[in-house]
């Protein structure tokens, strides 16, 4: 992406957050349905040059009925380019094939700290575009069938907290995934919900505002 259209993409997403003040719908009770919600720049797996996955990935023909956020407990980070983020994809998938010995990637996306999303598993980005179904995921225990897991990128379980261009672009990725999946807003939530983990760290305490933001979106 030139700078031109780099410049164009945060004009985009700040005029989408700056939209937010005037919102009126209470926090949580908004539905997404067809609206004029904004689509984000998704590098999918081939454009940041993830790995073939280690096996088949299985798709599942409905759509998901949540959200569940995570952070990568990976370095706070004061790169914000796009090679970075790419590079964090690359990081995020040898750790999950090569360690945990998952099939590819166990997040549907990626935020970095600079405002950039990557796809995750193999596959994410094509069914969200269409809508009605999504790979199945490896990221929270009893949840993989339901929910798409979106990590961000840094550690934020010891007083950090998330730089305003992940935040937005977050807010945005949300309410995308809500609109094509048709998830309410409200149906966000963070994977120490689901298990003993600190995951998302202080990012937890802010799913309220993420819920609202999001709904607000969506309204």
Known sequence: MNAENALRRRLLLTGAAAGLVAATTLPGTAHARDADVVEPDIDSTRT?????????????????SRIVVHHTVSANTSDFSRARAHAH????????MDKNGWVDTGYHFLVSR??????????????????????????????NDYAVGIACEGAYHDGAVPPGAQWEVLVTLCAYTCSRYRVP???????????????????????????????????
């Open 114 to 143: 600079g405002g950039w999303i990557t796809e995750g598993r193999h596959g994410s980005l094509k069914a969200l575009t269409g809508g009605t179904t999504f790979p199945l995921g490896t990221h929270t225990a009893g949840q």
């Open 89 to 96: 994809a690359h990081w995020v998938q040898d750790l999950h």
């Open 48 to 64: 940041w040059g993830a790995r073939p996955p280690g096996g088949t990935i299985r798709l599942l023909d409905h759509r998901p």
């Open 185 to 219: 807003s409200g149906q966000i939530y963070g994977h120490k919900d689901y298990g003993d983990t600190l995951c998302p760290g202080v990012v937890h305490d802010m799913l309220p505002r993420l819920r609202a933001e999001v709904a607000a979106l969506l309204a």
